[in-house]
T-cell receptor
């Protein structure tokens, strides 16, 4: 059974810091990995999608890397801003015979302070 | 703008009552999903549908029912058989029937039992 872990569960940083959020998964036979952002009481917003054949994806100040063999992904946020405060979730897709399955981590709650 | 619309945003259910959560998408996506989110837990899959008139149970389908009569719509009914329905419910879609693309989420419905 695929398990996805995100550490730390919560993180507080001053504005302007570069930071790294971690995601690890137990089954390395993934098809893709997706990072999401969730604001309190809201739905999920997709940030980056990395296919299993890719090493990283970039969008603006965000960079996500994937190391399938070690079962890890990192989300790098450059020059953090208060507007980046949210919960960040990673989710991995594995292919199964009876319907492909997306497994979510429990998230890292980020607070960027002025 | 294309997206997923969930309604209502807040819903209150009395003991023994069935309630239906609405999910509509105008993205022309084939696959649609219902997830449940509880504090401290990752998102858990309730039901999913890869094509119209077809759907499959997810990990926690007991006490829930769905229909997929139109491509755009995937309503979720929470029945009286669901013993602990208080949660945040999220609908999602994927352009790929197999769920291989990126996922798009709605803004969620918060259901509370009163």
């Amino acid at each position: 059974k695929q398990e996805v872990t995100q550490i730390p569960a919560a993180l507080s940083v001053p504005e302007g810091e570069n930071l790294v959020l971690n995601c690890s998964f137990t089954d390395s036979a993934i098809y893709n990995l997706q990072w999401f952002r969730q604001d309190p009481g809201k739905g999920l917003t997709s940030l980056l999608l990395i296919q299993s054949s890719q090493r990283e994806q970039t969008s603006g100040r965000l960079n996500a890397s994937l190391d399938k063999s070690s079962g890890r992904s990192t989300l790098y946020i450059a020059a953090s801003q208060p507007g980046d405060s949210a919960t960040y979730l990673c989710a991995v897709m594995i292919l199964t015979g009876g319907g492909n399955k997306l497994t979510f981590g429990t998230g890292t709650q980020l607070k960027v302070e002025l | 703008d294309g997206g997923i619309t969930q309604s209502p945003k807040y819903l209150f259910r009395k003991e023994g009552q069935n309630v239906t959560l609405s999910c509509e998408q105008n993205l022309n996506h084939d696959a649609m999903y219902w997830y449940r989110q509880d504090p401290g837990q990752g998102l858990r899959l309730i039901y999913y549908s890869q094509i119209v008139n077809d759907f499959q149970k997810g990990d926690i389908a007991e006490g829930y029912s769905v229909s997929r009569e139109k491509k755009e719509s995937f309503p979720l009914t929470v029945t009286s058989a669901q013993k602990n329905p208080t949660a945040f419910y999220l609908c999602a879609s994927n352009i790929s029937p197999q769920g291989l693309g990126g996922y798009t989420f709605g803004s969620g419905t918060r259901l509370t039992v009163v």
